[in-house]
């Protein structure tokens, strides 16, 4: 096989087979295939698009191109959830304890990361003591025991995809809804999900800002998944404004708190069952999604969730305390109002440039390098709709210094007043099932 003649074939608008893909994805991992010729094909793919049985080729040749995840000693259908991105989302947070507390497996690999907040491992940090340092065995058997356990990332998974996601970085074709779609569902599947519940972002804040982009690449990945034999669902959620009111490490821990008790802010609880419903189904858990959410809003009533989350800081080293006594995460120095200059209500809140001031305020990375300070962020004091009288405040910043004048100036600019009153924006898109 020569890989000139399969770029022409794909050029030509041809389908290439299973065989062809295992031949490429294998010889692109171990440098046999320079990258000049891998840029050409994906931009003939970017062109020609893939076949449902392409794409699923590319995923599993991606899923074996490095370490995968054995996840069999773990009792139950493990169920892992994938968002697109978006700022100040809190659904991770909420989501482990919260189906772990219906008894659906939470085997849960996280990350770091760049952003506007930390990874999830970051959050959980601003908790004393907890750690994501625990060996395999250890990992299996917390989740065995407490449903709940986070590891942080290791072993060299999808390899395949990390080289090509860099190479189509530069060459302008990361848009292309197959080579995306193929790419996060080889690492879900790489981590060892069963099962997978996507949660596509659509606005301005998001990867996918229009919806019908956000739409065809959830279409995309529950084929995707459900060909190579894991059951996927997806929901396609709103990204126009930032999620809940907590933007930054200990403001969204203290969020989830208040969430997984019922008292959290009503758009990240509403999604957090909607897509906690889909997992719990899939785990087999549930007749149906209906059920399923009611089984997630019991447990947030009677204090189960809660205590799921008590036991899983607990069991990784973490003062369980701070689920009554928030007080104890870290605290920022100062805390100062930007309040609204007229009356009038939200009518815009520009999610990527709020998460920025979060970010400039030191709640997120802006290099790998960064230190990320925990108790600093914002806490959204108005949502898009909500009426607003001059001197109000806006946004809370949480901070250590007290130069904040250029965050102060991008929540001014990004955070829109209008004279006419403003309809809620929609949370839920469309579900995929
Ligand atoms: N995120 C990914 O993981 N892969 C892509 O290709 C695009 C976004
Ligand atoms: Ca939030």
Redesign the pocket.
Known sequence: MRMVDLIEKKRDGHVLTTEEINFIVDGFTNGSIPDYQMSALSMAIFFKGMTEQERADLTMAMVNSGDTIDLADIEGIKVDKHSTGGVGDTTTLVLGPLVAAVDVPVAKMSGRGLGHTGGTIDKLEAIEGFHVEIDNQEFIDLVNKNKIAVIGQSGNLTPADKKL?AL?DVTAT?DSIP??AS??MS?KIAAGADAIVLDVKTGAGA?MKSFDDAKELAGAMVRIGNNVGRNTMAVISDMSQPLGYAIGNALEVQEAIDTLQGKGPKDLEELCLVLGSQMVFLAGKAESLEDAREKLIEVMNNGKALEKFKVFLEAQGGDGSIVHDPSKLPQAKYVIEVEAKEDGYVSEIVADEIGTAAMILGAGRATKESEIDLAVGLMLRKKVGDKVAKGESLVTMYTNTEDVEKVKEIIYANMKISKEEVAEPVLVHGVIT
Do not use: A
């Open positions: 996601y189509r990361v080579l995306i790419s996060i690492k990867f």
